[in-house]
C-alpha cells in the first residue's frame, strides 16, 4: 500500500503562484509514475501534471505547459506542483495520484492505483 497525502492548496488572485506538495509513505519503492490531476465542479477529473518516479521524465496537459512544474525528492518522497500564472479555470480539487503498474496510459485517472485526498485551489479573477 502507499499513502499519498497533499498540501498546499488555497486561494490566490488571477497571475498569482501557488506550490502543492503531495507526501508519499507506504511502499513508494513500487511506484512508476506520480502525477496530479484536477477536478472542477461538474467536470470529470482531468490530467494535470506526471512524473516517472526513476528518471524524473515529465509529462504535462496542454493547458498547463509553460506554467506548472512538476517535480521529486526521492529522498523525501514527495511531489510537488508549481503552479505560476494561474488563471480562474485553473481552480478546482487538485488530487496526488500514484501508479505501480505499466499498464493504462500515464495520462488517465483509471491508470493510477492510490489517491490523495485532494486540496482546494481557488483563483480569483
Known amino acids: 500500500q502507499v499513502q499519498l497525502v497533499e498540501s498546499g492548496g488555497g486561494l490566490v488572485q488571477a497571475g498569482g503562484s501557488l506550490r502543492l506538495s503531495c507526501a508519499a509513505s507506504?511502499?513508494?519503492?513500487?511506484?512508476?509514475?506520480m502525477g496530479w490531476f484536477r477536478q472542477a465542479p461538474g467536470k470529470e477529473r482531468e490530467f494535470v501534471a506526471a512524473?516517472?518516479?526513476?528518471?524524473?521524465?515529465?509529462y504535462y496537459a496542454d493547458s498547463v505547459k509553460g506554467r506548472f512544474t512538476i517535480s521529486r525528492d526521492n529522498v523525501k518522497n514527495t511531489v510537488d506542483l508549481q503552479m505560476n500564472s494561474l488563471k480562474p479555470e485553473d481552480t478546482a480539487v487538485y488530487y496526488c495520484?500514484?501508479?505501480?503498474?505499466?499498464?493504462?496510459?500515464?495520462?488517465?485517472?483509471?491508470?493510477?492505483?492510490?489517491w490523495g485526498q485532494g486540496t482546494q485551489v481557488t483563483v480569483s479573477s
Open positions: 495520484a500514484g501508479r505501480v503498474t505499466y499498464a493504462g496510459s500515464k495520462y488517465r485517472s483509471d491508470a493510477y492505483d492510490y
Open positions: 507506504g511502499r513508494t519503492f513500487s511506484v512508476y509514475n
Open positions: 512524473i516517472r518516479w526513476t528518471d524524473g521524465n515529465t
